[in-house]
């Protein structure tokens, strides 16, 4: 299994409070992801980063940031949470080897915003 | 109309049938993926291939790529096989993944 591990697995919080949520991998793959999963919706692409410091919007990035400070850490922060970002979130990552991309995943966090 | 459509949605069948899912796609790509999602379950990657078929296990995937299209089969279908298998192909124009609605598929004992 591609080695990466995400924190916390299950979060509680209230809404309008800041949420930052961590991806580890220890792959050394350049690209990492952070997908969100709603019944419904399947996966969405919040934001992904193709390299340190190296970060760009997915189809559903309003209201997360990301940072990407090194090769294994990449964090998705909801500055201020509302009820509408309850979902479970998705860490990914990808060689992206001759272009064929596939992608690994973590474990998965629940985050429940009151 | 999406761009990537999976077929069925759902799927109830007794162990040991012969399972059959389907995906078709409409865009340019690089790659197809095939994963599998246990209910409350994290994603894991079956299979990515770009031409033929593979098999690993009871597992086959075949894609065609003149008809976009590709196909999952397990054969000897058991109960732990139950879960969603999402289908997703990576754009060549971008190469981000777009995702299928996924199969949840229900083997009964």
């Known amino acids: 299994d591609a080695g990466i591990t995400q924190s916390p697995r299950h979060k509680v919080t209230e809404t309008g409070t800041p949420v930052t949520l961590r991806c580890h991998q220890t792959?050394?793959?350049?690209?990492m992801y952070w997908y969100r999963q709603d019944p419904g919706h399947g996966l969405r692409l919040i934001h992904y980063s193709y390299g340190v410091k190296d970060t760009d919007k997915g189809e559903v990035s309003d209201g997360y940031s990301v940072s990407r400070s090194k090769t294994e850490d990449f964090l998705l922060t909801l500055e201020s949470a509302t009820s509408s970002q309850t979902s479970v979130y998705f860490c990914a990552i990808s060689a992206r080897t001759s272009g064929r991309g596939e992608q690994f995943f973590g474990p998965g966090t629940r985050l429940t915003v009151l | 109309k999406n761009e990537v459509e999976q077929s069925p949605q759902n799927l109830t069948a007794q162990e040991g049938e012969f399972i059959t899912i389907n995906c078709s796609y409409s865009?340019?790509?690089?790659?197809l993926h095939w994963l599998q999602q246990h209910p409350g379950g994290g994603i894991v990657s079956l299979f990515m291939?770009?031409?033929?078929?593979k098999k690993h296990g009871r597992l086959i995937a075949t894609i065609n790529i003149q008809e976009k299209h590709s196909s999952l089969h397990i054969t000897a279908s058991h109960p732990r096989d139950s879960a969603v298998y999402i289908c997703?192909?990576?754009?060549?124009?971008?190469?981000?993944?777009?995702w299928g609605a996924g199969t949840k598929l229900i083997i009964k004992p």
């Open positions: 792959e050394n793959h350049r690209y």
């Open positions: 997703a192909v990576v754009s060549d124009s971008n190469y981000q993944l777009i």
């Open positions: 865009v340019g790509i690089s790659a």
């Open positions: 291939l770009s031409s033929g078929k």
